[in-house]
């Protein structure tokens, strides 16, 4: 196998795991806000939407920060 093919399955490898990285923390902070909201009840689950977003903020953060680190040592 080539060099040039290796970089880029190893390339492949690192975004599929930046993306269940993503849906796992997602996921958790839903799973977080839907606890919340059954512990303190409210008319508009509001810790499960507030949770979510913070979740999905977070892992494009994250998302963001790793595609810098990529990008420099490319």
């Excluded at 880029?8 to 606890?35: D, E, H, K, P």
């Excluded at 892992?59 to 790793?66: A, E, G, H, P």
């Amino acid at each position: 196998m080539r060099q040039e093919d290796k970089k880029s399955i190893n390339q492949y490898l690192r975004f599929s795991g930046i993306a269940l990285q993503m849906g796992a923390l997602i996921g958790a902070a839903a799973y977080l806000g839907v606890w919340l909201d059954e512990k303190y009840p409210n008319d508009f689950s509001g810790f499960t939407v507030g949770c979510s977003l913070l979740g999905v903020f977070v892992s494009m953060y994250l998302v963001i920060k790793q595609v810098q680190q990529i990008s420099k040592k490319n």
